[in-house]
């Protein structure tokens, strides 16, 4: 896609350097391999069999080069706000008057965890939609992920210095007056702070969850249950899907609160150490009903995972945990709802709260939870399917959901020195 005239920046392709690509390939093939006797089902972790099939894939058969290919073909900016490395990626939008609107995501993402919905948000009409409905996407890599890096000069960095940097970005360097955004995981915390601190220069907020702003604040954050015993006298079927549920995040959320950088340390060495870690997330988190290539190819994991390893980006992606602790959110101001900003939710089935089935119990369950009276809800929807990254795996949903949100929530003041 060309660059406009009228954007205030010159786009700068990404190119990985093939001495890194180069290096890449020999790490893979000097892996040494653990004995994973016994885990043919994966009961201890990631499985060597299926490791092992993937990492002979990168190593003889994927091609950064056509992947390169296929995310340069959207602009890619790289700047310094407030001097902490952005690179974002950008498709302007094609309608009578786009909304400016920022898409964060989280960890174990990356920027292109967004590609299927960054046309469709775009340019709505080539997709059958109303072209009133367009937005000039601006997709950033997080400080410390992918091409925004390194980040030596910053080792606090967290999900709410992010929406300060976000902010700085859009008003400053691209000079619009007012946006949306829109994030999930990580990118739900940086865009709730936006919609808390920022409200009034925001169209709104639509986000892939509800959470708290004080989620990473306390002693315990470490521990997903809370320090919280399993009631008793759970139905069985309700006390096996909260323990599943557990199992499901909480080895990552207490090894990046309690000590990121041991686990960097081997993951910044190790291609294959690196690529164990983030696909069991991958694997973990989303609805692939028992075959992880139905949501992501051998190609689109690869992808995801060299764009952490070129950039050596593990260590500091996975710091934002302990740096949501170590500097906790507070509070811009008193008011309530504590995120002022019109705010869209969607809610997939695969992450249902243990005991909770249906659409329609998943929004009454989180209405009646302590999360619901933080935000200004306006559009709140649930789906049967779906599971953590919602816009790679539900993309269509994604995109309708974001677009009621905004709809009669817009009105675009193009950035300063542009027509």
Not at 92 to 113: E, K, Y
């Amino acid at each position: 896609m060309a660059a406009t005239a009228r954007f205030p920046l010159e786009p700068a392709p990404l190119h990985v350097p093939d001495a890194v690509l180069d290096d890449l390939k020999v790490r893979l093939r000097l892996t040494r391999w653990p004995d994973d006797a016994g885990n043919e089902d994966g009961y201890y972790g990631v499985s060597r069999r299926y490791l092992q099939e993937l990492a002979d894939h990168w190593l003889h058969h994927y091609d950064w080069r056509t992947a390169e290919a296929a995310i340069n073909a959207y602009e890619h900016y790289k700047v310094t706000v407030q001097g902490v490395p952005i690179h974002f990626m950008r498709r302007p939008g094609v309608g009578p008057d786009p909304t400016p609107l920022i898409l964060t995501h989280g960890w174990p993402w990356t920027f292109w965890h967004w590609s299927k919905v960054v046309d469709p948000l775009a340019d709505p009409a080539a997709f059958g939609g109303d072209p009133a409905d367009a937005f000039d996407v601006i997709v950033p890599s997080l400080p410390g992920f992918g091409f925004s890096t390194p980040l030596p000069d910053h080792p606090d960095m967290n999900f709410w210095k992010v929406a300060d940097l976000w902010h700085a970005l859009m008003t400053g360097t691209l000079g619009y007056e007012k946006y949306a955004a829109g994030g999930c995981d990580v990118g739900a915390l940086v865009t709730g702070q936006l919609g808390h601190k920022y409200a009034g220069e925001l169209h709104g907020i639509h986000i892939g969850s509800g959470l708290k702003l004080t989620f990473f604040n306390g002693d315990r954050a470490w521990d997903l249950s809370g320090g919280r015993p399993i009631p008793e006298g759970l139905p069985e079927p309700v006390h096996r899907q909260l323990v599943a549920y557990e199992r499901r995040f909480a080895v990552h959320l207490a090894a990046h609160v309690l000590a990121p950088s041991t686990l960097a340390h081997g993951l910044s060495d190790s291609p294959v150490g690196l690529l164990a870690w983030i696909l069991e997330r991958w694997a973990n988190w989303s609805d692939h009903h028992g075959d992880v290539e139905s949501v992501f190819s051998k190609d689109d994991l690869l992808t995801h995972a060299t764009i952490f390893w070129v950039n050596n980006a593990i260590g500091t992606s996975m710091r934002y945990y302990a740096n949501a602790n170590r500097y906790p959110w507070t509070p811009s101001h008193d008011r309530r709802p504590v995120v002022e900003a019109p705010t869209g939710i969607t809610f997939v089935g695969y992450e249902n709260p243990p005991g909770v089935t249906g659409t329609e119990q998943r929004l009454q369950n989180w209405l009646a939870s302590d999360r619901a009276d933080w935000y200004n809800h306006v559009n709140l929807t649930a789906h049967d399917s779906g599971g953590h990254f919602i816009p790679w795996e539900t993309p269509d949903a994604w995109v309708d959901d974001l677009r009621r949100t905004f709809r009669n929530r817009r009105h675009t003041t193009p950035p300063r020195g542009q027509t």
